[in-house]
């Protein structure tokens, strides 16, 4: 049974940065695609960015590109390292993964993680 586990989360100023980390286990995962999506409260669920399983292809949210990027290393660990942060980017921020891109770049997939909140104060 494979298992998402976000970190990296916290309280930062308005232009400040945090880098996500989102570390797979309990299966192969290098096939898979994953990504970052989002909720703030009261608000509906938001892409952010998203990887292919080569990690050759990102995408990213017209809201965070410029200032997000999406890694991964070793296939079983992916990364959002997220500069010029804003208020707006207040949320909590889920890690996913699926076998499909398409997939999970609607918000559909496999697995998710519990989420780490990402607080930005103005």
């Known amino acids: 049974q494979g298992q998402l586990v976000e970190s990296g989360g916290g309280l930062v100023q308005a232009g400040g940065s945090l880098r996500l980390s989102c570390a797979a286990s309990g299966r192969d995962f290098s096939t898979y695609a994953m990504g970052w999506f989002r909720q703030a409260p009261g608000k509906e669920q938001e892409f952010v960015a998203a990887?292919?399983?080569?990690?050759?292809?990102k995408y990213y949210a017209d809201s965070v590109k410029g200032r997000f990027t999406i890694s991964r290393d070793d296939a079983m660990s992916v990364y959002l390292q997220m500069n010029s942060l804003k208020a707006e980017d207040t949320a909590v921020y889920y890690c996913?993964?699926?076998?499909?891109?398409?997939?999970?770049?609607?918000?559909?997939?496999?697995?998710r993680g519990q989420g780490t909140q990402v607080t930005v104060s103005s």
């Open positions: 996913l993964a699926d076998v499909e891109l398409a997939r999970l770049r609607r918000g559909v997939s496999d697995y």
């Open positions: 990887i292919n399983w080569i990690g050759g292809n």
